[in-house]
C-alpha cells in the first residue's frame, strides 16, 4: 500500500463499494436523506427506484411518510404543501409523468420550494416510447428549476445529496432535479461507493425554513395572489436566484469534493485543454464519447469532450470560455424539441459563444432518441464530419440526425 | 431593462407573513346583484350564512343581522339556498341611483 493511497484512503470518507443499478442507488441516497414526505406515482423507468424506497418505507428504514398519490400532478402538489408546511420532500418520475406535473413545477419554483426531484429520463410519447431521453426533462427547462445530469450511478447519487444543499442554500431556495438516463443510468448495475448514512446526514444537515404553514406562532400564507405590478418583480427575484445558484452550485461541488474525493462543477471537459474539435453533451453518453476522444488522441487528431452536468441555470461564460480554443463544435442532444434552429442543448451552447464573441462552426447532432442506441461508431462518424467541417466543408442547415454513417439527411 | 428597488424589498415568493388579513381585501366592490333580506319573513334559520362562501352573513347572537358589503360579492347562492325565499338579489347599481 502506497503512502498516495494511504493518504487518500485517510482523506476522505470511507464509502462501502456496492454492485447497484443508478436508480437503486438514488433510492439509497433517499434513504439516507430520510426527507419527511415523499410522494410520488409510479412510472416506467423510475419505478426501479421508487419500488426500492418503498421497500425502506415498508422495511421501517427511513422515518418518511409516503404517500401513494393518485399521478404525478398530486405528487408535486403534495411536495409543495409538505415543505411550504416546513418540512423536507422529494420525489422522482419520467417521461409523461414530470409533463403531467408540468404547471405545479412552476408553483415549486415561484412559491421558492425547496423540493429535489430525482428524474429518470424518457421520452414523451407519441409514438409510445417507455425509454430513455432528454425530452422530460428539456420539457421543463423554463420552469425555474435547477437541473443537473448524471453520466452513470455515481454521478447521479452525488447529485442526489448535493441538490439538497443546492436547493435549500438561503439564497437560492429553488426546487431542484437531478436527471439520470432512462435504463442506460437507472437500469444497469454498476460498481460505486456508497457513502456511510452519517456522512450524507451530516452533509444535508437539518432544514430551517424561514416561514412554515405549521409555525402557529408565525402565521404565513403561501401561493398568494398578486397584481400585475409585483408579479414581474417576483420573476425577477427567481433569475436572482437561478444567478445566485451558479455561484453556489461549484461551491457544493468542492465542499462535496473535500468529503468524498469526488469534486464537482458545471461541467466535465475530458481531453478538453487544448482541443480543437469537441463534442458538447449530456448523460450517458458521454461515456461513450470519451472513449472514441481517447481513441482519436491517439490517432493525433486534437478531439475534446464536454459533458454537462448544471444544465439550468446554464454556465454560459464557463462553457464559452472552455470552447474558446475549438475550431468546430458538435453538440449532441438527446430530446424531441421541434421548430427552433436546433434542439436546446445545441441554442443555449450557440448563445453562449456568441454573447462572447466566438463563432467556430456549430452542428447539432440529435442522437438516442428513445433509448436508441449510441454507439462508438456514431460518434467516431459526428466527430469525423466536425473534422471535416473544420477543412471547410459547408454546414448547410446545422442539425443532424444521428442514424449509421454520415451523411444523415439523406434528403 | 434595469431591475428596480422593488423586486428586492418584497417578500420571497409572495409569502405574505400575517394571518387573516384578506379581510382587507374589499371584494364587495365586484357585486352587480346585491343580497336583499326581507327580515320579516327571516326565520333567523342561518343557512345563508351556512352557504356564504365569502362570510359575508353578520350576525349577533342567533340573530342574522346583515350583510357585510365590504365583502359579498353577490354571487347569489343566499338567495338560492333560503328556504324561506326571502332574499332577494337587486341590482347593484339601482340601489347605489344608478350607475
Redesign the interface.
Known amino acids: 500500500m502506497t503512502l498516495e493511497t494511504n493518504e487518500r484512503r485517510t482523506r476522505y470518507v470511507r464509502g462501502t463499494d456496492v454492485a447497484l443499478s443508478g436508480g437503486q442507488l438514488v433510492a439509497h441516497a433517499m434513504r439516507q436523506m430520510n426527507p419527511d414526505l415523499v410522494a410520488a406515482y409510479p412510472i416506467t423507468p423510475q419505478t426501479i427506484l421508487m419500488e426500492l424506497f418503498c421497500q425502506f418505507v415498508a422495511d421501517g428504514k427511513v422515518d418518511t411518510e409516503l404517500l401513494t398519490v393518485e399521478s404525478e400532478h398530486a405528487a408535486m402538489s403534495a411536495c409543495i404543501g409538505a415543505v411550504a408546511a416546513g418540512a423536507r420532500a422529494q420525489t422522482a418520475s419520467a417521461g409523461a409523468g414530470i409533463a403531467f406535473m408540468w404547471e405545479m413545477l412552476w408553483c415549486a419554483s415561484g412559491m421558492r420550494l425547496p423540493i429535489v426531484m430525482h428524474v429518470v429520463n424518457r421520452s414523451l410519447s407519441a409514438p409510445l416510447n417507455i425509454l430513455g431521453d432528454h425530452t422530460d426533462a428539456m420539457g421543463c427547462r423554463d420552469t425555474g428549476w435547477v437541473q443537473l445530469y448524471a453520466e452513470n450511478a455515481q454521478e447521479a447519487y452525488d447529485n442526489a445529496i448535493q441538490s439538497v444543499r443546492i436547493a435549500e442554500h438561503p439564497d437560492i431556495l429553488l426546487p431542484v432535479m437531478e436527471c439520470q438516463d432512462g435504463f442506460t443510468i437507472s437500469h444497469s448495475v454498476q460498481r460505486v461507493q456508497l457513502l456511510p448514512d452519517e456522512a450524507v446526514r451530516d452533509f444535508i444537515g437539518s432544514w430551517e425554513p424561514a416561514h412554515a404553514l405549521l409555525d402557529w406562532e408565525h402565521p404565513a400564507s403561501f401561493g398568494t395572489n398578486v397584481d400585475r405590478n409585483d408579479f414581474f418583480w417576483y420573476k425577477r427575484q427567481q433569475w436572482n436566484a437561478l444567478d445566485r445558484a451558479l455561484e453556489v452550485i461549484p461551491q457544493v461541488g468542492e465542499e462535496y469534493g473535500r468529503l468524498t474525493g469526488r469534486s464537482y462543477g458545471y461541467y466535465e471537459g475530458y481531453r478538453l485543454e487544448d482541443a480543437e474539435v469537441v463534442l458538447v453533451l449530456l448523460g450517458s453518453v458521454a461515456g461513450v464519447a470519451k472513449i472514441v476522444a481517447e481513441e482519436l488522441r491517439n490517432e493525433g487528431i486534437k478531439a475534446g469532450i464536454l459533458k454537462l452536468r448544471c444544465y439550468r441555470p446554464f454556465p454560459a461564460q464557463a462553457v464559452a470560455d472552455a470552447l474558446r480554443a475549438s475550431k468546430v463544435v458538435g453538440v449532441l442532444d438527446r430530446a424531441s424539441c421541434f421548430g427552433g434552429q436546433g434542439a436546446p442543448l445545441f441554442l443555449d451552447t450557440c448563445t453562449a459563444l456568441y454573447q462572447q464573441g466566438l463563432s467556430p462552426a456549430a452542428v447539432n447532432y440529435i442522437c438516442g432518441l428513445g433509448g436508441r442506441d449510441v454507439a462508438p461508431a456514431h460518434i467516431r462518424a459526428v466527430f469525423l464530419e466536425l473534422l471535416e467541417v473544420a477543412k471547410g466543408k459547408p454546414v448547410g442547415r446545422p442539425m443532424r440526425f444521428v442514424d449509421g454513417a454520415p451523411p444523415y439527411d439523406r434528403q | 431593462m434595469e ?1 428596480k428597488e ?2 428586492k424589498d ?1 417578500s ?9 388579513n384578506s379581510v382587507l381585501y374589499d371584494t364587495g366592490n365586484w357585486r352587480t346583484l346585491r343580497p336583499v333580506i326581507n327580515f320579516a319573513a327571516c326565520s333567523h334559520c342561518m343557512i345563508c350564512w351556512l352557504f356564504c362562501p365569502d362570510s359575508s352573513f353578520q350576525t349577533q347572537g342567533k340573530l342574522l343581522t346583515g350583510v357585510d358589503l365590504e365583502h359579498c360579492k353577490g354571487c347569489g347562492i343566499c338567495a338560492e339556498e333560503c328556504p324561506k325565499r326571502c332574499i332577494e338579489m337587486v341590482e347593484e347599481m339601482a340601489l347605489r341611483g344608478g350607475a
Request: hydrophobic share 60%.
Open positions: 431591475a422593488g423586486w418584497l420571497l415568493g409572495g409569502v405574505i407573513t400575517a394571518a387573516g
